[in-house]
């Protein structure tokens, strides 16, 4: 076994739908991160030896093998594409580590990219011959009764913990404040894509704008849940061997986990997966100095924070996904971007965290070498 480390952190911006991404196709969000990254590394397209690609709304195909053409990478990168939802790009990156690990690999591109704007049409064909329907949102269980929507799902996350509507519009407002706060600092880590440098759904929130929004469900709003989005987000995974010739910052992952939990509550599913992620890395909450936790939805973020101990001054300091939005298969590379450059300092650790629907969550935990 060889260790792998992460030498550089790369996302685009994330733009909600039908913004100025709109155009874009999976490829042509994720080739000039990938560009970039390598950039950032000084390695040439040549060494890599894999790219896995996380995303869940692209209908099938190998979107990592067109991204891996799109970036120039050399045809002999097949491209292993993933769908584990919301969380396929932080498995992306635990897959390339394992990967590594085993001596199968010294380079490794992983991540995710995800157009919410240009995803195929979903319809579903009538056994009896009928027209085709159409649906949105894919069983995420084999029981109709048992497999709510998201924004129910989180609902029910409020209702069993007790968490108002007012604690999660002011959860809101917070991430919305800290991202423009950070605006001039998070350009370091993103890729401009068509022309677009900055995250641009960040704006200053107010109690009032957030009771003005429409209610998806009971305490859920359309504003203390993170919008569709497009993005892509990547990280570059390299042997020790070759760390070691690279002048870059380095990163290991000292632990991650993914589990399942119970389906109909997917918001607590990051829960287990978080105090594994801990407990495998020796670290307790207190030891963190960063947290980039997912924000689908605002009782999301704050039921996982509350129910693993983690110190809300140091979670998503540079802004969550409510102030910028949700690529979904994208979303979670973009936390371990996020957290990549949050840890600045030798010794350093911090942990990122996602939920995704059908009960399932994932955790790691970095350390700045």
């Not at 085993?102 to 064909?125: F, H, K």
Request: hydrophobic content about 50%; glycine content about 12%.
């Amino acid at each position: 076994m060889t260790g792998a480390v992460i030498v550089a952190a790369r996302r685009s911006a994330v733009v909600p739908r039908g913004g100025a991404f709109r155009g874009l196709e999976i490829h042509q969000l994720a080739a000039p991160v990938i560009a970039d990254l390598l950039r950032d590394a000084g390695l040439a397209p040549g060494a890599v030896d894999e790219l896995i690609l996380a995303n869940a709304l692209g209908a099938g195909g190998n979107p990592a093998r067109v991204a891996a053409l799109a970036a120039g990478l050399p045809q002999r990168v097949a491209g292993l594409g993933i769908d584990r939802q919301c969380c396929g790009g932080m498995d992306a990156v635990l897959l390339a580590e394992a990967l590594i690990g085993s001596g199968r690999a010294q380079v490794v591109i992983a991540g995710g990219a995800e157009s919410y704007s240009r995803r195929p049409l979903r319809l579903r064909t009538d056994p009896q011959g009928g027209p085709p329907a159409a649906y949105d949102q894919p069983p995420f269980t084999p029981w109709p009764d048992r497999d709510p929507g998201m924004a129910e799902a989180a609902e029910a996350v409020a209702a069993q913990l007790g968490i108002s509507r007012a604690r999660q519009d002011a959860w809101t407002i917070a991430s919305h404040a800290r991202a423009l706060a950070a605006r001039d600092r998070l350009r370091a880590e993103i890729t401009a894509v068509a022309g677009v440098r900055d995250d641009p759904f960040a704006r200053p929130m107010t109690p009032q704008l957030c009771a003005r929004a429409k209610v998806l469900a009971g305490s859920v709003t359309a504003a203390n849940t993170a919008a569709a989005a497009d993005g892509a987000g990547f990280c570059l995974l390299v042997s020790e061997t070759v760390a070691r010739r690279l002048a870059t910052p380095r990163l290991r992952i000292l632990a991650g986990a993914t589990l399942g939990a119970d389906p109909a509550l997917p918001g607590l599913a990051p829960v287990p997966a978080i105090r594994a992620a801990l407990a495998d890395s020796g670290t307790s909450p207190g030891d963190l100095d960063a947290v980039a936790l997912m924000e689908a939805f605002a009782v999301q973020a704050i039921a996982c924070a509350g129910e693993t101990g983690l110190p809300e001054a140091r979670i998503n300091t540079g802004g969550g996904a409510l102030a910028r939005g949700h690529p979904i298969g994208a979303s979670g590379a973009i936390e371990t971007v996020r957290l990549f450059h949050d840890l600045t300092r030798p010794g350093q650790r911090g942990l990122a965290a996602i939920a995704a629907a059908g009960g399932l969550g994932s955790a790691l935990v970095l350390e700045r070498l």
